[in-house]
């Protein structure tokens, strides 16, 4: 308990999964939480907690994150997860697609880092929390062409942001989940003609032999936030159930 006490953290996507469980997670290590996601139906299931605040902020819209910025003087931890996946390959994949999938994937990391960043280096510095994904520039997984290069992106700018703030306090690592249980996962499983062999194939992707948990992602998040990971920076870490290794 308080890991986190006296930070202050903004968290993308934060309605559902991943987000969520690490919004919470900040939440009961002593941070106070300002969660944003565009889905306000589940984000405003948060608000029963002292320690949350939600925001609708779409990871696209620069007048959603300055709407943020303004109501928010300090910021000691940014974590963004905000993305989205099209399950095709490339000739599958229209212009529209490729594009849709690079705006909230990573230009997205790139409009909350310049908001927020320059609070960060105003009170001493921070910790920027980017997730990519184990399917990236790290390994090559099937029908996922707008994605993984996505995250393969997330990877190379978050060390641009450590080796270029470093001097500044900033500190920035990256998250690489394995197969985790989520909504999207959950969608995924249930738009396949059989549900049960489809849950059965992405659990054995992971030699641990399940999925993971947004909680167990939510862990390393609260870590990478801490000052429990003051000499961590530009790093990558991978939380996938033994997928690659
Ligand atoms: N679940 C997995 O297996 C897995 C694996 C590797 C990486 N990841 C990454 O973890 C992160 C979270 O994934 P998840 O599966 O836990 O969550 P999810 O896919 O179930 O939920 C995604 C959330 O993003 C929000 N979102 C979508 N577009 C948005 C936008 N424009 N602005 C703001 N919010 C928006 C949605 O409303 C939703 O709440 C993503 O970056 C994903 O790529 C997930």
Known sequence: MNRLAGKIAIVTAAANGIGRATAQAFAREGATVYASDI???KLNELRGDSKIEVHKLDVTNNQDILALSKKVDKVDILFNCAAIVYRVPILDLSEEMWDKTFDINIKSMFRMCKEFMPKMIASGGGSIINVSSVSSS???VQNRCAYSSTKGAVLAFS??????YVNQGIRCNTICP???DSPSIRAYVNSCPDPEKALKDIAARQPIGRLGKSEEVANMGVFLASDESAFITGSEFRVDGGWTM
């Open 39 to 41: 889905d306000m139906d």
């Open 178 to 180: 394995g197969t985790i």
């Open 159 to 164: 060390k641009t942001i450590a080796v270029d």
């Open 138 to 140: 790290i390994r090559a």
